[in-house]
């Protein structure tokens, strides 16, 4: 190995940090040239502390260059390494480079994010930023495309699916895995928790359930206290994690069986006329449930909800059909009718609506999503390409807990068989058809999803703080996004001629039965010819890999733990008349005890929050001063977004938290 530059002092250094990557770590030998900006280069130096062990995973290792390999340099303006396959382990991943100029006081920036070949001489400019047609290393970035297309292919898990990573790469396997070991999490809850051990049997008493819960691990949900309440149940149509149904009723369907009559009592002396009128009447419709598989033995409704705004201007349900077809076995179920007949229909009505959030809004519309968007992003776009750069930070972990821990969850006789009514088989059904459905540039995009629903006016549905503080959030990524793009895109011939760009676009809209991700609603067709037209796609992702995931992932365990809240399992069967019933009714169809203890530590887990807040990013991949420049700006908005909700919260009863930028993550990391 090479002398010991430490003792020798110098007028450069170069620090070089290893990525937190599994065998990201080598024992190479590795050698590095300096190029400055007027053609002069180093001779060859050897990146080597004696007797230390140095490039190991996830550490910055620094190196004195001796000055014997020097000559006058200008600014450095690339650098050219490579390493041997010496060693036990010789796999290297890079994050970045680092040169630094003692006499000048100048800090040269290599971004490197790499896997890097033995015997191969890789050629990194500083900043290492730039489109396709500019840089003067085809080759070079023509191989790494072609190497991250075998490495990240698309499967399908099953038909109709979305388009998954058929084998976890190496980029992905992050030295922390325990971090998606959910057994291991679940086993670590437990121990450290005070609860009362559930084993088997049913539950007493609705008291009784409450009492499981303890101070330390599984506090006492949040919906615990208001379960039955009919405010409550509004708000967990426009504040809280399936948010996105309701839409502003314009007519009353015919399917939907009620009357003037049957609701006067309800409609504080107003006409349904003169609420549709008023735009105080809402509806939630969940007709895609219709005809999907269940575990044998169960039911799902497939419900209608009629809300209205009172004249507190509070949301509260008004009448629930359970079924799409009227009829003397489907009644509209109202909150005049026997207390506890009325409570156990709106619990059906959560079941199916629940149903709906983990399939689609949640892990559909979120997670598989997002990995087959990943999955593109690698194989069309190189590292140096500046939309990689923007949108990498939001992919951060998303493969990763997709791989461990949907395997878990989602998988036959795994979480989701065991506490939904609908078992995988139906989740993957409704998964397909959601998918079928979705287009980027409605549903992807919220200020058009809102005007779809009629809820684009401020106006309309007092209290619905998700479109509220969404909206802000919204608007900032695409302000940041579209500054972004500009800086890049200053021509249209720049835009047609980045070929890496075109490709990503068109394999993100080719579908799925042809090797593409099937994305609906991106812009012709995957062709990009404007700066909105880019800014719309990248908006989309970060919006949907931050906000949209953060939104319906992290009140899991405040809907969920408490069972008769959001039940995601209900047994038996569904009321199908008016008459009374006891609380003896409610209880059988709530899960029993390791059902629920099982709902309480997965949701728990699911709550959790482990990396850092929208904007600062778990790993740097922006050096470009003037982008950096892009993200500052939008992290002093976001910080301005954050405190604007929490004036909003001090006066919400109860606080909407969950889209307060301090919370939102910058991906789908759990």
């Given at each position: 190995m090479g002398a010991c530059f430490s003792r020798?002092?110098?007028?450069?250094?170069?620090?070089?940090?290893?990525?937190?990557?599994?065998?990201?770590?080598?024992?190479?030998?590795?050698?590095?040239?300096?190029?400055?900006?007027?053609?002069?280069?180093?001779?060859?130096?050897?990146?080597?502390?004696?007797?230390?062990?140095?490039?190991?995973?996830?550490?910055?290792?620094?190196?004195?260059?001796?000055?014997?390999?020097?000559?006058?340099?200008?600014?450095i303006t690339k650098i050219?390494?490579?390493?041997?396959?010496?060693?036990?382990?010789?796999?290297?991943?890079?994050?970045?480079?680092?040169?630094?100029?003692?006499?000048?006081?100048?800090?040269?920036?290599?971004?490197?994010?790499?896997?890097?070949?033995?015997?191969?001489?890789?050629?990194?400019?500083?900043?290492?930023?730039?489109?396709?047609?500019?840089?003067?290393?085809?080759?070079?970035?023509?191989?790494?495309?072609?190497?991250?297309?075998?490495?990240?292919?698309?499967?399908q898990k099953a038909p109709g699916m979305p388009v998954q990573i058929s084998k976890m790469p190496p980029d992905e396997q992050f030295s922390f895995d325990y971090k998606w070991d959910i057994m291991t999490t679940k086993v670590q809850l437990l121990a450290t928790s005070k609860i009362v051990k559930l084993t088997a049997g049913e539950w007493e008493s609705l008291a009784h359930l409450k009492n499981i819960y303890?101070?330390?691990?599984?506090?006492?949900?949040?919906?615990?206290?208001?379960?039955?309440?009919?405010?409550?149940?509004?708000?967990?149509?426009?504040?809280?994690?399936?948010?996105?149904?309701?839409?502003?009723?314009?007519?009353?369907?015919?399917?939907?069986?009620?009357?003037?009559?049957?609701?006067?009592?309800?409609?504080?002396?107003?006409?349904l006329e003169s609420l549709l009128k008023e735009k105080r009447?809402?509806?939630?419709?969940?007709?895609?449930?219709?005809?999907?598989?269940?575990?044998?033995?169960?039911?799902?409704?497939?419900?209608?909800?009629?809300?209205?705004?009172?004249?507190?201007?509070?949301?509260?349900?008004?009448?629930?059909?359970?079924?799409?077809?009227?009829?003397?076995?489907?009644?509209?179920?109202?909150?005049?009718?026997?207390?506890?007949?009325?409570?156990?229909?709106?619990?059906?009505?959560?079941?199916?609506?629940?149903?709906?959030?983990?399939?689609?809004?949640?892990?559909?519309?979120?997670?598989?999503?997002?990995?087959?968007?990943?999955?593109?992003?690698?194989?069309?776009?190189?590292?140096?390409?500046p939309a990689f750069k923007f949108l990498a930070p939001h992919f951060l972990y998303l493969i990763a807990i997709n791989t461990r821990g949907l395997e878990i969850l989602v998988s036959e006789g795994g979480w989701v068989d065991k506490v939904m009514n609908t078992g995988i088989k139906g989740m993957f059904e409704l998964i397909k058809r959601g998918i079928e459905s979705w287009h980027l540039d409605v549903d992807g995009t919220l200020?058009?999803?809102?005007?779809?629903?009629?809820?684009?006016?401020?106006?309309?549905?007092?209290?619905?703080?998700?479109?509220?503080?969404?909206?802000?959030?919204?608007?900032?990524?695409?302000?940041?996004?579209?500054?972004?793009?500009?800086?890049?895109?200053?021509?249209?011939?720049?835009?047609?001629?980045?070929w890496e760009l075109q490709n990503w676009g068109k394999e993100l809209a080719l579908p799925r039965e042809q090797g593409g991700v099937g994305l609906l609603g991106i812009p012709n067709d995957g062709t990009f010819k404007t700066i909105d037209d880019i800014s719309k796609v990248l908006t989309c992702i970060v919006y949907t890999c931050s906000v949209s995931h953060a939104s319906t992932n992290f009140p899991q365990y405040e809907e969920y733990a408490f069972t008769p809240n959001y039940p995601g399992m209900m047994r038996g069967k569904p009321p199908n008349s008016k008459e009374a019933l006891d609380e003896r009714s409610i209880l059988a169809s709530l899960p029993d005890k390791p059902t629920t203890l099982d709902i309480m530590v997965v949701t728990k887990i699911l709550s959790g929050r482990g990396t850092k807040s929208l904007g600062d990013f778990e790993v740097?991949?922006?050096?470009?001063?003037?982008?950096?420049?892009?993200?500052?700006?939008?992290?002093?908005?976001?910080?301005?977004?954050?405190?604007?909700?929490?004036?909003?919260?001090?006066?919400?009863?109860?606080?909407?938290?969950?889209l307060d930028p301090e919370i939102v993550p910058n991906s789908i990391s759990i």
């Open positions: 020798i002092r110098s007028d450069y250094v170069v620090y070089v940090r290893t990525g937190d990557r599994r065998n990201a770590g080598t024992d190479a030998n590795v050698t590095i040239i300096l190029h400055d900006d007027v053609g002069h280069s180093t001779g060859e130096i050897s990146l080597d502390n004696f007797l230390r062990n140095d490039f190991e995973r996830g550490k910055q290792d620094k190196f004195d260059v001796p000055r014997s390999k020097l000559r006058p340099l200008g600014k050219e390494f490579w390493r041997d396959d010496a060693g036990i382990g010789s796999d290297w991943y890079v994050e970045r480079i680092l040169v630094e100029n003692r006499l000048t006081n100048d800090i040269f920036v290599f971004p490197i994010f790499r896997w890097i070949k033995a015997g191969y001489h890789y050629m990194i400019k500083h900043l290492d930023t730039s489109l396709p047609q500019s840089d003067d290393y085809h080759e070079q970035r023509k191989m790494e495309l072609e190497d991250k297309c075998k490495i990240y292919q698309y499967a303890t101070q330390n691990v599984f506090h006492l949900p949040k919906g615990a206290d208001r379960w039955s309440n009919d405010l409550y149940f509004g708000l967990q149509r426009i504040a809280s994690l399936n948010h996105s149904i309701i839409k502003l009723c314009t007519a009353i369907p015919e399917k939907l069986a009620v009357t003037e009559e049957m609701l006067k009592p309800l409609l504080e002396g107003n006409t009447l809402f509806i939630c419709d969940l007709e895609i449930l219709e005809g999907l598989s269940c575990k044998p033995g169960f039911t799902l409704c497939v419900p209608i909800g009629l809300f209205m705004v009172n004249k507190n201007k509070q949301l509260r349900p008004i009448a629930i059909q359970l079924f799409q077809k009227p009829g003397p076995d489907n009644p509209v179920f109202l909150p005049t009718d026997h207390p506890n007949t009325w409570v156990l229909a709106k619990m059906w009505y959560n079941n199916a609506d629940a149903a709906y959030h983990q399939s689609l809004t949640h892990l559909g519309l979120t997670h598989l999503l997002m990995e087959g968007v990943t999955v593109a992003t690698h194989r069309n776009l190189s590292q140096s390409h200020p058009a999803d809102l005007k779809r629903r009629g809820l684009d006016d401020p106006n309309v549905l007092p209290g619905y703080h998700f479109r509220d503080d969404a909206i802000l959030l919204y608007h900032a990524i695409q302000k940041y996004t579209s500054k972004y793009v500009a800086l890049y895109y200053d021509t249209p011939e720049k835009i047609n001629g980045d740097q991949y922006v050096f470009d001063p003037k982008a950096r420049d892009l993200v500052d700006e939008f992290r002093l908005e976001l910080r301005q977004i954050s405190k604007i909700i929490k004036e909003r919260n001090e006066s919400r009863n109860p606080p909407y938290i969950y």
